[in-house]
């Protein structure tokens, strides 16, 4: 699976959005762009992925760049909530072999939210 | 919905000694595995079973073993407990197909003196 790279901590405050970088420079073709989050003494929390084409759900926007070697995971409307530890994950979105959907988790930016 | 869920939440153990982490999941998955998180760090996994009955090694399986019987359950033993494994335990379950994420649960947070 590629490696990610991302900040190590950012700040935003509550009612703005919040962008979130991940670079993946040596992303595959047929790797997807997963990202989760951890809030604090918790089990990670699914948000969202995608392959090339953005994506939007109910938590969260994922901006994919044309070259798929970057991405942002955008919060629109940030909370004291959302306060967390984001993961940005690379893999492969079927694994044909036995090895399962495994990730790989990096250590991730703490996203701040403040009042 | 129970989802994923792990016993204890906490355990304080002594150097030597054994215990099982218990990990089990209602949503019919295939798939299930174990993480741990030590201080700071992000997960990194142990253990994994793509079905009953099979199981493989993850980035570091010294000093834990697992067995999965059933789709359901997924234990986790640690046979001669050391400083080294205390961390947080992450069991996590999938579907293998589509655009299944992976559900963990909330943790069992394991020190050993």
């Known amino acids: 699976d590629a490696k990610t790279t991302q900040p190590p901590s950012m700040d935003c405050a509550e009612g703005r959005a919040a962008n979130l970088p991940c670079n993946h420079s040596?992303?595959?073709?047929?790797?997807?762009v997963y990202w989760y989050r951890q809030i604090h003494s918790q089990g990670p929390q699914y948000i969202i992925h995608?392959?090339?084409n953005n994506e939007t759900n109910e938590m969260a926007s994922l901006i994919i760049t044309e070259d798929r070697k970057s991405s942002t995971l955008i919060l629109p409307h940030a909370t004291l909530r959302d306060t967390a530890v984001y993961y940005c994950?690379?893999?492969?979105?079927?694994?044909?072999?036995?090895?399962?959907?495994?990730?790989?988790f990096g250590e991730g930016t703490q996203l701040t939210v403040n009042p | 919905n129970a989802g994923v869920t792990q016993t204890p939440k906490f355990r304080i153990l002594k150097i030597g000694q054994s215990m099982t982490l218990q990990c089990t999941q209602d949503?019919?998955?295939?798939?299930m595995y174990w993480y741990r998180q030590d201080p700071g760090m992000g997960l990194k996994l142990i253990y994994y079973?793509?079905?009953?009955?099979?199981?493989d090694k993850g980035e570091v399986p010294n000093g834990y073993n697992v067995s999965r019987s059933t789709t359901e359950d997924f234990p986790l033993r640690l046979e001669l407990a050391a400083p080294s494994q205390t961390s947080v335990y992450f069991c996590?379950?999938?579907?293998?197909?589509?655009?299944?994420?992976?559900?963990f649960g909330d943790g069992t947070r394991l020190s050993i003196l």
């Open positions: 040596t992303i595959s073709g047929n790797e997807y």
């Open positions: 079973s793509v079905g009953a009955g099979i199981t």
């Open positions: 994950i690379v893999r492969v979105e079927r694994d044909e072999e036995t090895s399962g959907s495994r990730l790989t």
């Open positions: 949503m019919n998955h295939n798939y």
């Open positions: 995608g392959l090339k």
């Open positions: 996590a379950s999938s579907y293998w197909t589509g655009n299944q994420p992976q559900h």
